[in-house]
């Protein structure tokens, strides 16, 4: 299985990118990860919330294969302890998914039809954070993850 966390802007804080780093790193030794990120939408003065979501979604949409499996970062969307989501992954691969996309959108969330798209949502926190803060909350959870499905000691319960 192959897993890519699709964002939506650059992330510009030095702190944010050495974290994400951090992890990208560490996830190498046990899954082949992809993190890419769409450009930002230009001229949001001009456009409402409706047509930057709209935009967004066009260029998300774009790099979306039919046999992907989307999950999207939403705030509406399922909770997972660190092991339920160790577990949902395992699954995952048990079940031969190929390719799991996770998506963080962009400052108003998603348009409707990137939730027709996708496969299911999850949420990190009741809490709201910063999109460049969920990128580094989610790289550590998913390298958290793996280390708990390897029996490593980094998670403690």
Do not use: C, W
């Amino acid at each position: 299985m192959k897993i890519t966390l699709l964002v939506v802007g650059k992330t510009e804080d030095k702190y944010l990118i050495e974290g994400i780093d951090k992890y990208l790193k560490r996830l190498k030794h046990y899954i082949g990860f992809n993190l890419l990120v769409i450009p930002d939408v230009k001229n949001t003065k001009n456009l409402t919330e409706a047509q930057q979501k709209t935009k967004e979604a066009e260029l998300i949409l774009k790099q979306l294969s039919n046999l992907d499996t989307v999950i999207l970062m939403d705030e509406k969307g399922k909770k997972y302890t660190s092991i339920l989501f160790s577990n949902y992954l395992n699954k995952q691969m048990i079940g031969s998914v190929q390719h799991l996309v996770f998506i963080i959108g962009g400052p108003y969330g998603f348009d409707e039809t990137v939730y027709q798209r996708a496969n299911g949502s999850m949420s990190l926190s009741d809490m709201t954070f910063s999109h460049q803060m969920v990128r580094l909350f989610f790289v550590e959870q998913l390298y958290r993850a793996f280390s708990i499905l390897k029996g490593e000691p980094y998670h403690h319960e």
